[in-house]
């Protein structure tokens, strides 16, 4: 009896020890299922987190891209009618057609100090004959009688068909130019030329929290020789703008900019860009007109780059 109990025991402990270990394996199998699930979970919430960080990311940069245009057209609009009031103005044309240099000077310069005060406005304006020479340069008395139709095809488009044109153009500089024809019993007199610089939308966009850029491809450097010294990006575009944030800059410095279409955006150094292209009346790129937000953008692969043809119209940016 005794050894019939003690073998029931032994029979019994040994039960139990395998029940005791088949817990710890399922014990140990959900452990490593629940950390597994945990982990996946993680990584859904962050990678849809750093969805909407991209979402937000690519929202203010098409924001700022929309604002950005939208104010440029202004600025196209307003120089614009700067020049046909001017090419309109009655003591400008007297002036004018009696060949009185320093009399048409000094009317330009009062009208143009004038609404500088009014508007904030800095615009400088160019006079040119009926040969297309220079007349008068608003900034510069002295300068006249150069020849600009060799390298100024707005001018001669104006000349040709006798309509107004404002645009961005390839100068000396890189700047908003708007030009209307000077007519007389119908026939081409000559032309007067309103230039406005990007100061202005550079101060509006920096109130606005953006960084602003102007890239010109460097190929057009031959013709604007007064950006020679210019910082240049990847030896391939150079810096308009004299005023720049130096630290959005830096890191602009650092991205490839071989990918660029005519409309985009891209992160970098915890900044992120958005950019569109700079075309003349031609239709030609001329380069890119650019804009930075500082939002210690991570790295996201889904808007790491991104370009689109667009089409441009007074509307704004419009995505194809």
């Known amino acids: 009896m005794v050894l019939c109990k003690n073998r029931n025991n032994k029979i019994g402990g040994h039960s139990v020890g395998i029940f005791d270990n088949i817990i710890s394996k ?155 024809p000077i007519i007389k019993d119908g026939v081409f007199q000559g032309s007067i030329e309103v230039i406005e610089g990007f100061s202005h939308l550079h101060k509006k966009l920096s109130e606005q929290g953006y960084s602003f850029f102007i890239l010109l491809d460097k190929k057009y450097l031959p013709i604007a020789t007064t950006l020679k010294k210019q910082p240049l990006l990847h030896n391939k575009f150079v810096l308009v703008n004299k005023i720049y944030d130096k630290i959005s800059f830096d890191n602009l410095k650092n991205a490839s900019l071989d990918k660029l279409g005519s409309y985009g955006y891209f992160t970098i150094g915890g900044y992120a860009f958005g950019y569109f292209d700079i075309k003349n009346f031609n239709n030609e790129r001329l380069g890119y007109c650019m804009v930075a937000l500082q939002k210690d953008v991570p790295d996201i692969d889904s808007i790491s780059f991104h370009s689109n043809l667009v089409e441009q119209n007074s509307s704004g940016v419009i995505i194809r």
């Not at 690519?58 to 950005?68: D, I, K, M, R």
């Not at 060949?99 to 615009?123: A, G, P, V, W």
């Not at 707005?154 to 030009?179: C, D, F, H, Q």
């Open 26 to 180: 399922i014990d140990k199998i959900v452990l490593i299922f629940a950390l597994i699930v945990l982990t996946i979970s993680f990584y859904f919430v962050y990678t849809l987190n750093r969805s909407y960080e991209g979402s937000d990311i690519v929202h203010s940069l098409e924001n700022a891209l929309l604002l950005t245009r939208n104010m440029l057209d202004e600025e196209q609009q307003h120089a614009l009618s700067l020049s046909l009031l001017l090419s309109e103005d009655k003591s400008f044309l007297k002036a004018f057609y009696n060949k009185n240099r320093k009399k048409t000077f000094d009317i330009i310069y009062q009208k143009l100090l004038s609404l500088k005060k009014l508007q904030k406005y800095t615009f400088e304006v160019q006079v040119h004959d009926k040969n297309l020479h220079t007349y008068l340069r608003s900034w510069d008395f002295s300068i006249k009688d150069v020849p600009l139709a060799s390298f100024r095809r707005g001018l001669v488009l104006v000349k040709k068909y006798k309509k107004p044109l404002v645009s961005i153009e390839v100068g000396k500089r890189l700047n908003i130019k708007a030009i209307s």
